[in-house]
């Protein structure tokens, strides 16, 4: 079982709300990642971090932002939900080689 | 862009058959492939990896093999019992990015049926 945690783990949320969504590691791994994946589909990527202070966005455009200020902690913000916004979050974490390791994720439900 | 496609959305068998499940992938050559199994509203978790060079991996009731020519990797459950009930997902490393980055298919969705 991976040391990586996510908070909440579901959310129900109005629109226009700010969130936060946690995403911590044990590990000390440099590299953590930022998926949204909706029933049935694939993960798309929508952001990644090499280490402190470092985040880039991923191949799917997302409104939402991240800040890696420690290495165990990337956490994803988006400043005003909407229901399209609706969907799984899983943050996941490696130590460089090419397994991930992911969180249990957070399910989001903007109404 | 690189694309992956899995065999089949579902699959169904009975308890103890083996299970095969099919990753192709176009428009790249990557260095390795890996596994995964996501059971509902959970991550992903690892399973295996094979590299370019490697033919098939074995990991108790996994195997895994990788046909760069036919860009193609199977994956065999075999005496599978109805706890292997999941959805399994191929992921390839992305170009440029090392082994620092994966695409992910959408995955099978496997019944084992007692």
């Known amino acids: 079982e991976a040391d990586i945690y996510q908070t909440p783990r579901y959310l129900v949320i109005g629109t226009g709300k700010k969130i936060t969504l946690e995403c911590s590691q044990t590990m000390g791994h440099d590299k953590m990642y930022w998926y949204q994946q909706d029933p049935g589909m694939e993960l798309h990527l929508i952001h990644y971090?090499?280490?402190?202070?470092?985040?880039e966005k991923g191949d799917l455009s997302s409104e939402s932002t991240v800040s890696r200020i420690r290495t165990e902690h990337f956490p994803l913000t988006l400043e005003s939900a909407r229901p399209s916004h609706t969907s799984q979050y899983l943050c996941?974490?490696?130590?460089?080689?090419?397994?991930?390791?992911f969180g249990a994720g957070t399910r989001l439900s903007v109404l | 862009s690189q694309k992956i496609e899995q065999n089949s959305e579902a699959l169904n068998i009975q308890e103890g058959k083996t299970a095969t499940l099919t990753c192709n992938y176009t428009n790249y050559s990557p260095a390795y492939l890996q596994w995964y199994r996501q059971d509902p509203g959970r991550g992903p978790v690892f399973l295996l990896l094979i590299r370019e060079n490697e033919k098939e991996k074995r990991k108790e009731r996994l195997k895994v093999t990788f046909d760069t020519t036919l860009k193609q990797s199977l994956f065999h459950i075999t005496a599978s019992q109805p706890a292997d009930s999941a959805t399994y997902l191929c992921a390839l490393d992305r170009p440029g990015a090392g082994s620092y980055q994966l695409t992910f298919g959408k995955g099978t969705k496997l019944s084992v049926i007692p």
């Open positions: 971090s090499y280490g402190v202070n470092s985040t």
């Open positions: 996941a974490s490696s130590d460089g080689t090419a397994i991930q390791y």
